[in-house]
């Protein structure tokens, strides 16, 4: 499986993005989909994870209320919607694909990682 993540960028504090992650290859066994992220200096941190039918979902505590997890097996694609903003938010964020949990050893493939930096 192959994870492309987009959709990072420059923001204000308050402010919105969207990511999304496409998967490709092996795509038709059902995994669940996390996002993680890691700020410079700073270890990996569980986001947000979604079971393969998108009836089960988690959020870390910090994130709860301001970020949404979906996914379109369709499309292949996961998202996740950020909104109000943090400076602390700023991180590179990674997909990955695997188990449901927020345990990263629960997930086999991981994306490139897209850089979202928060301005205050």
């Known amino acids: 499986v192959q994870l492309q993540a987009s959709g990072g960028g420059l923001v204000q504090a308050g402010g919105s993005l969207r990511l999304s992650c496409a998967a490709s290859?092996?795509?038709?066994?059902?995994?669940?989909m996390g996002w993680f992220r890691q700020a410079p200096g700073k270890e990996r941190e569980f986001v947000a994870a979604?079971?393969?039918?998108?009836?089960?979902?988690i959020y870390e505590d910090s994130v709860k209320g301001r970020f949404t997890i979906s996914r379109d097996n369709a499309k292949n694609t996961v998202y996740l919607q950020m909104n109000s903003l943090k400076p602390e938010d700023t991180a590179v964020y990674y997909c990955?694909?695997?188990?449901?949990?927020?345990?990263?050893?629960?997930?086999?493939?991981w994306g490139q990682g897209t850089l979202v930096t928060v301005s205050s």
């Open positions: 979604i079971n393969w039918s998108g009836s089960l979902t």
């Open positions: 290859g092996r795509t038709s066994i059902s995994y669940s």
């Open positions: 990955a694909a695997g188990s449901y949990g927020s345990n990263f050893r629960l997930y086999d493939y």
